[in-house]
């Protein structure tokens, strides 16, 4: 087997790692490069393997550093299956779709600004190019393999995100193992991730590879927070990922109102039409959640959907206390924009970010402690109450890819490091060697590796 690293060494994002077994070539992941203008660039370049002499894809997850790069591989002349989980599959069309929108958009702002060193200004792809990558996303069944040539796929939950998995590909006798994601022990609402048994090679993810989450209670300090706001007459803004974080929240809050520690008949919002979708996708699997079914159920009960741009500017405007939750989460576009500009001049609101902030966004900033940032080309005071909840971590910790790499039952005979931050990964791999003894590395973008 031969394995080229695509993308996701070296760095959190533009998850592609290529399996060849000889006579079958398949694609595990196939990531947007985000964050730093230099990876992002990698998006623009050309794939260094053709994209028709690959048989099969297989998307660990819909996050789009995971499969935000396909509608590009498709465009450029993919022709085989995607292979992933239902539920995979459901979000992905949200989050491709939404993603093809952004490209679009993206490229209609450089034409108007002129900016673009390219005339006119390109997306990377088109909601057109997005719907022809979605038709080739075929479902595994839990449980299943399929086959593609000589190579066996089987999908394993990995937590994390609704439909995550661990992808293991299996020809000529040897198993290579990709974690994908993985998620913690004590997700609010996905199980822990499985362990994966057996691994000739082994591919980790390290996004947390040298941190240990706080161990705060996320649920009590919302509650504080949302109290405390309301008796000044203030309401809460919830900045946050459309899909995964947006359903934990709204999963607290019911259980604040339920438990008496906010009002039964606190107004909550739902600005989001993709967070509402992918609300919707996450009542629909149900059972791969780890909350009771009753739950799910009343995860929307008394919250309102905001659906049109004029629904969400009334209310923008509205005066009365409430708690919103509206994306993007890292305050970088979106509806939540027009929250923060309303709410942040005035010191009786709280702005709460629930995620993690990458550096140079308006949310970094704002949990910094920006006095001012600037919003739609106007700089907006910020006196309103600013605080970080760390506790809604879906990553696996430190710790817990340790947990997930002692279920093996032997050492994999090699495994290679992916999906952090160098100084992550290579803290992981000194662990993995340290306490483990396993043969490990971590490998350099573009890396070819005989395994
Ligand atoms: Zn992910």
Redesign the pocket.
């Known amino acids: 087997m031969k394995i080229r690293f695509l993308g996701a060494a070296d760095t959190v994002t533009g998850s592609r790692h290529l399996v060849d077994t000889g006579t079958t070539r398949v694609l595990l992941d196939c990531g947007l490069f985000q964050g730093y203008k230099t990876l992002r660039e990698r998006n623009w370049a050309p794939l260094p393997v053709a994209p028709d002499s690959m048989d099969a894809m297989v998307l660990?997850?819909a996050?789009l550093?995971?499969s935000g790069w396909l509608p590009a591989l498709v465009k450029q002349g993919f022709k085989g299956p995607v292979y992933a989980s239902p539920a995979t599959l459901d979000l992905a069309q949200v989050l491709l779709l939404d993603s093809a929108h952004l490209q679009e958009e993206d490229a209609r702002r450089a034409n108007r600004g002129g900016w673009s060193r390219h005339q006119p200004a390109l997306p990377l792809y088109t909601v057109a190019d997005a719907k022809r990558a979605l038709a080739r996303i075929v479902a595994i069944p839990a449980g299943r393999s399929v086959s593609v040539g000589d190579a066996h796929i089987r999908l394993t939950p990995a937590g994390?995100?609704l439909g995550?998995s661990s992808v293991s590909v299996q020809a000529a006798g040897r198993t290579l193992v990709f974690s994908?994601?993985l998620g913690r022990d004590d997700d609010l609402l996905m199980p822990a991730p499985q362990p994966v048994e057996h691994a000739d090679v082994l591919l980790v993810e390290s996004?947390y590879g040298n941190r240990r989450h706080p161990t705060e209670d996320v649920q009590a300090r919302l509650g504080e927070i949302i109290r405390a706001t309301t008796r000044r007459g203030g309401s809460v803004l919830l900045p946050s990922f459309a899909v995964g974080r947006a359903q934990a929240l709204l999963l607290v809050l019911q259980r604040l109102k339920a438990a008496g520690e906010i009002a039964a008949d606190m107004p909550v919002f739902l600005d989001s039409p993709m967070a509402s979708a992918a609300t919707a996708l996450y009542q629909r699997h149900r059972r791969l959640l780890r909350i009771p079914d009753r739950e799910t159920g009343q995860l929307t009960d008394g919250v309102t959907l905001v659906a049109t741009p004029a629904e969400s500017a009334g209310l923008v405007r509205s005066r009365w206390p409430k708690v919103v939750i509206s994306a993007s989460g890292m305050a970088t576009g979106g509806r939540v924009l027009h929250h923060l500009k309303a709410m942040a001049p005035n010191p009786r609101h709280a702005i709460v970010f629930p995620g993690f902030q990458v550096g140079g966004t308006r949310g970094a900033a704002l949990i910094g402690g920006a006095r001012e940032v600037k919003i739609h080309g106007e700089y907006v005071a910020v006196k309103a109450a600013v605080s970080h909840l760390e506790g809604f971590s879906?990553?696996a910790d430190a710790d817990g890819l340790m947990k997930w790499l002692g279920g093996f039952r032997a050492p994999p005979e090699h495994t290679f490091v992916v999906h952090g931050e160098p100084d992550a990964a290579d803290t992981l791999r000194l662990r993995i060697q340290d306490e483990l003894g396993w043969r490990v590395s971590v490998p350099e973008h573009d890396a070819m590796v005989d395994a």
């Open positions: 660990s997850h996050h550093d995971h994390h995100l995550a994908g994601d996004t879906g990553h």
